[in-house]
């Protein structure tokens, strides 16, 4: 349930009906757009509630309709949030591309990757230390190692980091390492994890489940905010639909309709959508024509090689080609790419 405060309301105003909800042990939201306050509180009103505080000074109306996940929806705080990650702002003006292989290799590898996707504008390097893979028998990551190597390459290219946690006992040992945890679209709602890095600080990006929908995406998304940990990106990555000419189906719908329900960032991930490196470009502009903060892509710098994902990583002059590309469809939504400062 939501209050919405009149223009004109009082300071005094405000803190009494955030007083009334607190002390009826209500858990209270307040969120501001413009001139416009929104006071709300966490899980279910009880039948009268609404009128009880649609009837005190300066409240304007009372809605509940608002979502169970009150802490990441709009309804609750109308401004768009800006996660600081790592240096880098995702939610503001400007797209983040966060680009990278799908897993650290060697610290050669990692490191010849860094300088170039750098060099071509992304601002976050990606590289997976701990990967879910379908089969048990396929790589399976370098483990501490690569998240070593990934830390060692960003830095050297300047770039912060994020990688993939897939089990709440490594949320720490991840966490240590680098700038932003990803949690894959299979540990989606896995509820120990999405805790776990929600009583930890470090910012968390996550991806929607290949089985979600929106409402289960916003659900999951809540757990780590309501574990105590605000800053969290959301992210697009494709759905599985009878469609098979494509690995998944991305729903570019999801991000006009995640940017309406949630104030939280949106990043889509168009490499594990597509599955083919002839098709990333095509969708990395749909997703910033659609409204997209950033975008996740898996780069390579001999893909033949790569030991997962190769068939949908981009080369590096193919990232190079794609960025330029980029800044054209971001200008004419009256967006920019965030490039970094060549060193
Ligand atoms: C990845 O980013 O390499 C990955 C495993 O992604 P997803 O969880 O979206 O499949
Ligand atoms: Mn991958």
Redesign the pocket.
């Known amino acids: 349930m939501i209050a919405i405060l009149h223009r004109q309301c009082t300071l005094q105003q405000k803190s009494e009906v955030v007083r009334r909800l607190e002390s009826e042990g209500y858990r209270v939201t307040v969120g501001a757009y413009a001139d416009e306050t929104v006071v709300g509180i966490v899980g279910d009103a009880p039948p009268g509630l609404a009128e009880r505080l649609g009837a005190m000074p300066g409240v304007r109306e009372t809605r509940d309709d608002a979502p169970a996940y009150a802490l990441v929806s709009r309804a609750h705080h109308p401004e768009t949030t800006r996660v600081r990650a790592g240096g880098v702002t995702f939610g503001g003006e400007e797209i983040i591309v966060i680009a990278g292989p799908?897993?650290v290799e060697s610290q050669a590898q990692i490191r010849t990757i860094a300088t170039s996707v750098a060099s071509a504008g992304a601002r976050m390097l990606?590289g997976?230390a701990f990967?879910?893979r379908t089969s048990p028998y396929g790589f399976q990551g370098l483990g501490e190692d690569g998240l070593r190597f990934l830390a060692e390459a960003g830095s050297g290219a300047g770039l912060p980091t994020i990688s993939?946690v897939v089990g709440a006992e490594d949320v720490e040992l991840v966490a240590r390492h680098v700038d932003v945890l990803?949690?894959?679209?299979?540990?989606m709602q896995n509820f120990r994890l999405l805790a776990a890095c929600g009583r930890q600080g470090k910012p968390v990006l996550l991806?929607?489940g290949?089985m979600a929908t929106i409402d289960e995406f916003l659900n999951a998304a809540e757990y780590v905010v309501a574990h105590g940990n605000p800053r969290v990106i959301l992210?697009e990555?494709?759905i599985r639909t009878f469609e098979t000419a494509t690995r998944n189906t991305l729903d570019v719908s999801a991000v006009p309709v995640l940017r309406e329900r949630s104030h939280l960032p949106v990043v889509v991930?168009p490499?594990?959508a597509a599955g083919r490196r002839e098709w990333v470009e095509a969708l990395a502009r749909a997703a910033v024509a659609a409204g997209a903060d950033g975008l996740?892509v898996?780069v390579h710098d001999d893909p033949s090689r790569a030991k997962?994902?190769g068939r949908q990583s981009l080369t590096t002059e193919g990232f190079d080609s794609m960025m330029r590309g980029l800044a054209r469809i971001a200008a004419a939504i009256d967006r920019g790419i965030d490039r970094r400062e060549p060193a």
């Open positions: 799908c897993s990606r997976g990967k879910p993939e990803q949690i894959g679209a299979r540990n991806k929607r290949h992210c990555r494709g991930d490499s594990h996740l898996e997962s994902d």
